[in-house]
C-alpha cells in the first residue's frame, strides 16, 4: 500500500517539477564528469544529475518509494549548475532543482521538521556558552537577512557549531582606512551598488573598497536603502515565495532609469539577480521591470574591464612576481558566463603572475551555505580542490564570491598554509595591487 | 529486495562497496537508451578479478544475473538491467596498470575513462585512435564491450582493432586470458574478437591491453557546407573514389547543424541543408595536399562555402559539436530515438534520401548526423515518448530505414550495439541460421544465461517489412 507520506510527496512533485523539463534530459550522461559530487563520491549515479533528475521524474511517476536515500540525493546536490554548460541538450537543471526543492518543503510533516529544529537548537547551539558566541555574529546575518525561518526549516543549525569553529578563524578583520586612490574626472558612468547582505555584514571593507574603485575609475555610484537579501538561499532551500518577495522588493529599489548598471560583487547574488526576470516572466506586475532589473545586472569583473581597468593596471609597475591564481564562483562562470574577465583582471595585476588552478571551474564546496549542510560532502570536495592549490603554491586565491572565499580559507587552513597563501576576495586584491603600486 | 541477496557479496567487496537504496537502485535503472528503464536488485563495485570471480560464481550456483555497465552511455538498452538481479560497476578498477613504450601497448582496467586513456598516452606521443562520441564519459571496457567507433573510424578502424590482449571471469567464474603483446598471434579459434563487442552477454571483462600508434605530427581540419543532402554525400564517395582516407569525414543535416548551434554558439550556418567536417593527419605535407584536394571536390560537388579550421582549438570546438550532437538534438522534442544503420560508402547518397522519404511518407521528424566516411549515419527521430499513435509510426519508419540499409548491403547497427533495444531486428541481417549459431555459442558458454540476459537475442523477431512503393 501507497502511504500517506508517498502521495501527499508524489503530488507535490507533479505540482511543483516542470514534466517537459525533465523530458529534456535524455540521459547521455554527458553532466557526469562536470559534476562534482558524483566525482567526489567515486562515481555514484546517485549523486549526478542524470540520476537526481531520473530520481524526480521517478517521483512524478510513482517509480520509486520516498525515503531518506531519495532526499539524500536531492540534498547532496552544490546546486552549483556546472552541469547546464555541458548539457548538449540544454537541459534547465538550476530551475528543476529549485523546483524539487519547493516540492519537498512543501509536503514534509511540519511536526517533523520541527524536531529537528528543536534537537538542533538544544543539542547543538542552545546547550553550549562557547559555541553559541562563537555563533552569533552569523545569526545576526541570518536574521537581517530574514533567512532564519528558512534555514530552521532546514535544521542546519545542528551543523553550524563545528563547522563555525574554523569559520571564526576566517571571517575578515575590520581594517583601518587607508588612503583614497584619487579618482578619474569627469565621470563616465553611473551605477547602483547592490550590496548583498553577507557582503554588507561580514564583508563590509570589501563593499567599501568596491565603491572606491568604481569612483576611481570615474563611475558615480549610487547605493538605494531600500535594497534587501537577493533571495537566493532562500530560493534554493525551496522557499521560493520568499525569494521572491525579496526579488520584488529590490526591483522596485532599483527601479529608475538614473543609472547605467546594477553592480553586484557577489556571484551567488549576482546569478540570482540576473535570474529574477526567469522568475517572475509570468507575473502580470513585475515582468516587465523584473526583465528591465536583470538586463542591468553586471558583475563587478565585467564592470572593472567595461571601465578600462586592465590599461590602468597595466601601467603600475611592480619589481614583485607572486603566484597569483582564481577559484571561479560557480554561479558567475555556469549562469551568468562569466569567467574571462577576472582572470584578465588578474593577468595584468602588477606584480603578480597569474597560473590557472585545476578545475578552477569545479565547485569549492562552499554553494550557499551548502558547507553547513552538508559537512563530509563538502569537505570531500575542498579536499580535491585543494590538491591543485597545493600543486600550484600561489601566494593568493582570488575569488569572486564571499562563500567560496572562506571556504577556501578554511581549505588553507586545513592544509596548515596559511603562512603561505591566502585567499582574497577579487576586489580587495585588486585594491591592494592598485595600493601598493601607486606612486 | 531480498534482504539476504545482499549478504554473501557484502563479504566479498565489503560495505561501502555495495549500493541497494531506493535511489541507488533507481539511479542505475537506465543508461541513454529513451523507453528502457529497469532496477536491479544490487549494485556491486569490486576491486579486482578475483572479487569479480567470487561475485560470478555465487550468480552461477544461484542464477543471479549479472550486468557490467560502465557509465552507462549504451545507446541500445544494453546495459539496463531489464531483468533484475546485478549492475557491476568498474568505478573500483579504473587504473591504468602499464605504458609499454617498446611493444607500444597500454594496459589498463575496464574503468579507465577513454578521454583520459587518450590524454594519457598522446602525453607520451603515442595515440589510442577509437574516439566515440561518448568518450569523456565512456569507459574503455564498455568501448570494448560495444566494439565501439568513433569519429576516427574511417582511417584508423573501431575498438577491436586496437584489442591485443583480454582477461575474462567466464559465467562459471574460471579467468580466461586471451591474446598478448603480440603482432602476429594464430593459436586456435579466434576468441578475442568473439569476446569483443560480446555486450557482456559472454563473460566480464577485467582487465584490456590496447595497440597504440605513434601520434601523427600534423592534423588540419575543414569544413563544406552544402545546398543539399546529396551533394554532401556525392562529395564523400568521391573522396574516396580519389583514393583519399581521411582520418574523419563527419555529416550534419540541417535539424542537426541548428541544434548543436543552439548548444555550441559557434557561428555554423543555420541555412545550410548539410555540412562536412573532414580531417586528415599525417605528415603536413600530404595533410595539406588531401585537405586542399577534399575542399576541391567539395565545390565541384556543389559546396556553398569552404572553409578551414584556424587552429587546433578551433578544429576541436567543431568537433566536440559535433560529438554533442545527439543530446543537442534533445533540444527539440521530448524524446530522441537514434538508429545507426550503416550501408556501403558508395551507397551513402541513397541511404540519406531513402531517409528523407521515410520521414515524409511517416510523418515523423528525423534529423540525420554521422560518421558520412564509414557509411555509418545516425537518423534520429525526434519524438515524444508519451504520445502513442506518433511512437507507432516512429517505429514503423526505423523499421523500414533498416529494411533499407540491409537491402544497400548494410547492417542495423554500425557500432551501438543491438542490446535489448535491435534485438528483435538481429535476425534480420544475421538470417534464422545465424541466430541459431549464436545462440549455441551463447548456451555453450553461459548455459544459465547469467551475462546480461535479455540482450542480443529477442523472444521474438520482428516481421519483416513488405514495403509498399508510392
Known amino acids: ?439 | 529486495m531480498d534482504a539476504n541477496l545482499a549478504k554473501p557479496f557484502t563479504s566479498i567487496v565489503g560495505e561501502s562497496n555495495i549500493k541497494h537504496s531506493q535511489a541507488q537502485l533507481l539511479a542505475y535503472s537506465y543508461d541513454a537508451t529513451a523507453n528502457f528503464q529497469a532496477k536491479p536488485d544490487l549494485i556491486l563495485s569490486p576491486k579486482n578479478t578475483e572479487e569479480i570471480r567470487e561475485i560470478v560464481k555465487i550468480c552461477a550456483s544461484k542464477k543471479i544475473p549479472i550486468v557490467s555497465r560502465g557509465s552507462g552511455t549504451n545507446l541500445a538498452a544494453g546495459t539496463v538491467p531489464t531483468q533484475g538481479g546485478i549492475v557491476l560497476l568498474f568505478n573500483n578498477m579504473n587504473r591504468i596498470l602499464e605504458l609499454d613504450e617498446e611493444n607500444l601497448t597500454i594496459t589498463v582496467q575496464p574503468g579507465v575513462i577513454t578521454q583520459d586513456l587518450s590524454n594519457f598516452v598522446e602525453k607520451h606521443k603515442l595515440f589510442y585512435p577509437p574516439d566515440p562520441s561518448s568518450m569523456k564519459i565512456s569507459t574503455i571496457g564498455g568501448n570494448v564491450s560495444e566494439n565501439s567507433g568513433g569519429l576516427r573510424g574511417l582511417k584508423y578502424g573501431v575498438t577491436k582493432d586496437y584489442v591485443k590482449a583480454l582477461t575474462i571471469v567466464l559465467p562459471d567464474g574460471e579467468v580466461l586470458k586471451l591474446g598478448g603483446k603480440l603482432a602476429k598471434d594464430v593459436a586456435g579459434y579466434d576468441l578475442m574478437s568473439l569476446l569483443v563487442g560480446a555486450e557482456g552477454t559472454l563473460g566480464i571483462i577485467t582487465e584490456i591491453t590496447l595497440k597504440l600508434i605513434p601520434l601523427p605530427i600534423s592534423k588540419k581540419t575543414g569544413i563544406a557546407y552544402f545546398n543539399s543532402l546529396e551533394d554532401a554525400a556525392r562529395t564523400v564517395s568521391s573522396i574516396i573514389a580519389h583514393k583519399i582516407i581521411p582520418v574523419t569525414l563527419e555529416f550534419m543535416d540541417k535539424g542537426t547543424i541548428g541544434a548543436v548551434e543552439d548548444f555550441m554558439n559557434i557561428g555554423l550556418p543555420r541555412d545550410a541543408e548539410a555540412m562536412l567536417l573532414m580531417e586528415q593527419d599525417g605528415n603536413a605535407e600530404q595533410v595539406d595536399r588531401d585537405i586542399q584536394t577534399m575542399i576541391a571536390i567539395a565545390k565541384k560537388e556543389g559546396a556553398t562555402s569552404t572553409t578551414m579550421a584556424s587552429s587546433n582549438e578551433e578544429a576541436e570546438i567543431l568537433k566536440t559539436g559535433r560529438r554533442a550532437a545527439l543530446s543537442a538534438l534533445a533540444r527539440k522534442r521530448p524524446t530522441t530515438i537514434l538508429e545507426d544503420a550503416t550501408v556501403p560508402r558508395s551507397e551513402i547518397a541513397r541511404m540519406v534520401r531513402a531517409i528523407q522519404e521515410i520521414a515524409e511518407k511517416y510523418n515523423v521528424q528525423i534529423s540525420t548526423f554521422g560518421h558520412a566516411g564509414d557509411g555509418n549515419l545516425h537518423p534520429t527521430c525526434l519524438t515524444d515518448v508519451r504520445d502513442k499513435e506518433e511512437m507507432e509510426r516512429v517505429e514503423q519508419a526505423l523499421a523500414e530505414i533498416f529494411h533499407v540499409a540491409l537491402e544497400l548491403g548494410g547492417t542495423i547497427t554500425g557500432e551501438h550495439g543491438v542490446g535489448e533495444m535491435k534485438a528483435p531486428y538481429l535476425e534480420w541481417k544475421l538470417g534464422a541460421s545465424g541466430i541459431d549459431l549464436m545462440k549455441a555459442i551463447k548456451n555453450s558458454i553461459d548455459p544459465f544465461n547469467i551475462m546480461n540476459p535479455g540482450k542480443l537475442f529477442a523472444k521474438e523477431t520482428k516481421m519483416r517489412l513488405v514495403i509498399h512503393n508510392g
Not at chain 1, 97 to 114: G, N, S
Not at chain 1, 159 to 169: D, R, S, T, V, W
Not at chain 1, 217 to 223: A, D, F, Q, S, W
Not at chain 1, 317 to 346: G, M, W
Open chain 1, 1 to 439: 500500500m501507497v502511504s500517506e507520506l508517498q502521495q501527499h510527496m508524489q503530488e507535490s512533485f507533479k505540482e511543483h517539477v516542470n514534466e517537459e523539463y525533465l523530458m529534456d534530459c535524455m540521459r547521455c550522461g554527458f553532466c557526469l564528469p562536470a559534476c562534482p559530487t558524483y566525482l567526489a563520491t567515486n562515481q555514484d549515479e546517485t549523486h549526478s544529475p542524470r540520476g537526481r533528475i531520473a530520481l524526480m521524474k521517478a517521483m512524478r511517476d510513482g517509480d520509486v518509494v520516498w525515503d531518506g536515500s531519495v532526499e539524500d540525493a536531492f540534498d547532496m546536490c552544490l546546486g552549483c549548475r556546472a552541469c547546464e554548460p555541458a548539457c548538449p541538450a540544454g537541459v534547465q537543471y538550476g530551475v528543476l532543482i529549485e523546483e524539487t526543492r519547493v516540492a519537498i518543503q512543501q509536503a514534509k510533516p511540519k511536526d517533523l521538521m520541527e524536531k529537528i529544529v528543536r534537537k538542533a537548537s538544544f543539542d547543538g547551539v542552545f546547550a553550549d556558552q562557547k559555541k553559541m558566541a562563537a555563533t552569533v555574529k552569523l545569526v545576526q546575518f541570518y536574521q537581517k537577512s530574514g533567512l532564519q525561518t528558512a534555514t530552521r526549516k532546514i535544521g542546519f543549525l545542528s551543523l553550524f557549531p563545528p563547522f563555525m569553529k574554523e569559520m571564526e578563524g576566517v571571517l575578515p578583520k575590520v581594517e583601518t582606512k587607508k588612503k583614497k586612490p584619487p579618482s578619474l574626472k569627469p565621470r563616465t558612468m553611473r551605477v547602483a551598488f547592490f550590496a548583498g547582505c553577507l557582503m554588507d555584514t561580514l564583508f563590509q571593507e570589501t563593499n567599501r573598497k568596491t565603491i572606491e574603485l568604481l569612483e576611481w575609475l570615474g563611475v558615480e555610484v549610487v547605493v538605494p536603502k531600500e535594497q534587501q537579501c537577493c533571495g537566493a538561499l532562500h530560493g534554493h532551500s525551496g522557499e521560493m515565495d520568499k525569494g521572491l518577495r525579496n526579488a520584488k522588493a529590490n526591483i522596485d529599489a532599483f527601479d529608475s532609469d538614473d543609472f547605467d548598471y546594477i553592480v553586484n560583487n557577489a556571484g551567488g547574488c549576482g546569478a540570482f539577480l540576473s535570474e529574477y526576470e526567469k522568475h517572475l516572466v509570468n507575473d502580470p506586475h513585475y515582468a516587465g521591470k523584473a526583465a528591465r532589473f536583470s538586463e542591468k545586472m553586471l558583475d563587478i569583473s565585467s564592470v572593472f574591464v567595461k571601465l578600462g581597468m586592465n590599461a590602468r593596471l597595466k601601467a603600475l609597475k611592480s619589481e614583485e612576481n607572486a603566484i597569483v591564481t582564481y577559484q571561479d564562483s560557480c554561479h558567475l562562470r555556469n549562469v551568468n558566463k562569466v569567467f574571462l574577465e577576472p582572470r584578465s583582471l588578474l593577468q595584468d595585476a602588477p606584480g603578480f603572475e597569474y597560473k590557472e588552478l585545476i578545475d578552477a571551474g569545479s565547485c569549492c564546496g562552499s554553494a550557499g551555505i551548502y558547507n553547513l549542510l552538508q559537512p563530509e560532502m563538502a569537505k570531500k570536495i575542498l579536499e580535491l580542490k585543494m590538491k591543485g592549490v597545493r600543486e600550484l603554491q600561489p601566494s593568493k586565491v582570488v575569488t569572486s564570491n564571499p562563500g567560496c572565499l572562506m571556504q577556501m580559507q578554511v581549505g588553507i587552513q586545513r592544509e596548515g598554509l596559511q603562512k603561505e597563501m591566502q585567499a582574497v576576495h577579487i576586489v580587495d586584491f585588486l585594491y591592494d595591487a592598485i595600493q601598493k603600486n601607486q606612486n
